[in-house]
């Protein structure tokens, strides 16, 4: 089976329902090819003569100085390519910071640095510096193009002065442990910070420089891209204004209960931050567009797996909670599908996508993510099932701190682990999972894929047993 996306479907499909798998993996594929944010931003931008344009919007470069990119997240490098391409030495010059460096990742004219997620390391600050000196130089006769993905507030991460790269890294670890959505988590990390929350736009806007914002937007809640060439309004990323306050932040580590882990540091701004320390909420010569949203990957799924003539339906753009306890849930919804036919009669595709989580405990006794985590639980729950399949990936192609983009289960997955002596129920106690899905042939390999919309579940429902 031809796979543009998918390194290792060959060992994928050797075991468990190869025919199930067949059908969620070729689903999986072409939806990620589709979903490759180069080939959706070649689709909306040209060069003639000097004129740049971006979707409905054109800028004639004749009339800037210089044109800076700064880009970062983990879909950056393929957002990159294309301007790379485009305006060659048109750019002054050009700073990504990315997740993953692959031998593909050729550039010209933009220099690139490998940060750190979900924490921020040495490169993501760095990479800050760097940016922050390419700042010093612009005025108001350029012309800045932020690229902007899913991650970017970890990867171009810089701490505010006072504050040390480790405190910012233990905010975040802490933060993302404490089982707070990601937006909280964000709140507090941004308002600690040089760059995010739209701290390095507001740097930008003070030198006087035009900016261009382009986001692949992670975040749950928003519509469908129906047009992602008209700008928009949005308060995310480092190169826009920021939704997010001093008061989510304050409430984000009191809901949580973590001001006792967080550095002092930490704990003693949010004591006495003010008006003074909050985020821009605004910004004048700025341009947005978000180029794509979690809808948009559900309905590229439901149109390939309608494409294979099979009964399909988005179950929600909003899946959340413990991933485990998710993939329970989906294996549920199968059962029922092939008890009664309801919500939609097999064999058919469900679809969902969302962002599901794991409460970490401080010393994990292994490694995993949430796709994994929630097809082990898939696994368990599907058993006795017949042939239901399912697909659980974070869509930028890392789930969580591993080089698998997601986990794969059928109902023949758990009886393997048992046959390999593998215990799911401990791996999934232990947060091991992914030590236990790679004997089992179900950690599914893609690297990066050029976008990154959270997670995306695919699960196909055979008929039952008559």
């Known amino acids: 089976m031809d796979m543009k996306k998918i390194k290792n479907a060959e060992v994928l499909l050797g075991t468990g329902d190869s025919k199930s798998r067949e059908i969620v993996l070729g689903i999986l594929d072409r939806t ?3 979903m490759d944010s180069y080939y959706v931003l070649k689709g909306m931008t040209s060069l003639k003569g000097k004129i740049l344009t971006i979707g409905e919007k054109s800028w004639d470069l004749a009339q800037k100085r210089n044109i800076y990119l700064i880009g970062a997240g983990k879909a950056a490098n393929a957002m990159a390519k294309v301007f790379d391409e485009l305006l060659g030495a048109e750019l002054a010059d050009g700073i990504v ?6 031998e593909k990742d050729k550039y010209e004219h ?3 640095f490998q940060g750190g997620h979900p924490l921020p390391n040495e490169g993501s600050y760095q990479a800050s510096l760097e940016v922050l000196k390419m700042v010093e130089e612009m005025n108001e006769d350029d012309l800045v193009i932020g690229l902007m993905s899913g991650g970017n507030s970890a990867l171009l991460s810089c701490p505010m002065e006072g504050m040390t790269l480790e405190d910012e890294m233990q905010t975040r ?4 442990k404490s089982g707070a959505s990601v937006v909280e988590v964000n709140a507090v990390c941004r308002h600690i910070s040089r760059v995010n929350g739209g701290r390095l ?3 930008i806007e003070a030198k006087g420089a035009e900016m261009i914002c382009i986001l692949i937007m992670d975040a749950l809640g928003f519509p469908a891209t129906e047009c992602p060439g008209k700008p928009r309004e949005f308060g995310f990323t480092q190169m826009a204004p920021d939704a997010t306050t001093l008061e989510d932040a304050k409430n984000a580590i009191k809901n949580y209960d973590v001001a006792d882990k967080l550095p002092p540091k930490v704990v003693e701004f949010y004591q006495n931050c003010t008006e003074k320390d ?7 010569k700025w341009t947005g567009y978000i180029i794509n949203t979690l809808p948009d990957v559900s309905k590229v799924a439901k149109e390939e797996a309608e494409k294979m003539g099979l009964r399909t339906m988005v179950l929600t753009n909003a899946l959340i909670g413990e991933s485990s306890e998710a993939g329970n849930f989906m294996a549920s919804i199968a059962a029922e599908i092939q008890a009664s036919g309801q919500p939609i009669a097999p064999p058919c595709v469900v679809i969902a996508t969302g962002e599901v989580s794991a409460k970490i405990p401080e010393q994990p006794k292994g490694i995993g993510g949430p796709g994994q985590e929630l097809a082990a639980g898939f696994a368990i729950a599907a058993r006795k099932l017949r042939g239901p399949c399912i697909a659980s990936v974070d869509t930028e192609g890392t789930d969580g701190p591993t080089d698998s983009a997601g986990g794969l289960a059928d109902s023949k997955t758990f009886w393997l682990s048992e046959e390999k002596g593998i215990d799911l129920y401990e791996a999934l106690r ?4 992914y030590e236990a899905l790679s004997p089992l042939n179900s950690e599914i390999i893609t690297g990066n894929t050029g976008t990154n919309l959270c997670d995306l579940h695919i699960m196909y ?6």
Do not use: F, W, Y
């Open 278 to 284: 909050e985020t821009p909420k605004s910004l004048k």
């Open 461 to 466: 429902v055979p008929e039952g047993e008559v």
């Open 97 to 102: 910071v990315v997740k993953i460096v692959e």
């Open 173 to 176: 670890d802490v933060m993302l």
């Open 430 to 433: 232990n947060h091991a999972v």
């Open 110 to 112: 933009v220099r690139m």
């Open 201 to 203: 736009a507001q740097a």
């Open 32 to 34: 990620l090819a589709r």
